[in-house]
């Protein structure tokens, strides 16, 4: 689905216009990936929970520890949350499913 691997920091978004094994179109419409942005949000809204419950169990007493743990994450987790999203919501709302067979 993207062109270069995750850990090329600088093009880590291009992506193929059409899947290269199946030629799939992955973008059905123009401006399709803007909802993705809410699959993102979710994502890092479930990251921060977690952080926070960390810290309630681990009963850390400190204010900003965990808002400068949950930015670095964050910060950290953008090309994985940029791709997740991503794919999750061509999954949900493409229209198009998984098929081993590439006929
Ligand atoms: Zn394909």
């Not at 062109?3 to 216009?17: D, P, R, Y």
């Not at 059409?18 to 179109?25: D, F, H, Q, T």
């Not at 950290?76 to 999750?88: A, E, F, K, M, T």
Request: proline share 6%; aromatic share 16%.
């Amino acid at each position: 689905m993207f062109v270069h691997s995750l850990t090329n920091i600088a093009k880590f978004n291009v992506m193929h216009k059409a899947c290269p094994v199946c030629n799939e179109r992955l973008e059905p419409e123009p401006g399709f990936y803007q909802g993705a942005m809410y699959v993102g949000y979710a994502l890092s809204v479930a990251v921060t929970a977690f952080v926070f419950i960390l810290v309630f169990v681990l009963d850390i007493q400190s204010m900003w520890l965990p808002v400068i743990i949950v930015s670095a994450i964050m910060v950290l987790l953008i090309p994985v949350n940029y791709r997740y999203s991503r794919v999750l919501y061509l999954y949900m709302f493409g229209g198009i499913q998984y098929s081993p067979k590439t006929d």
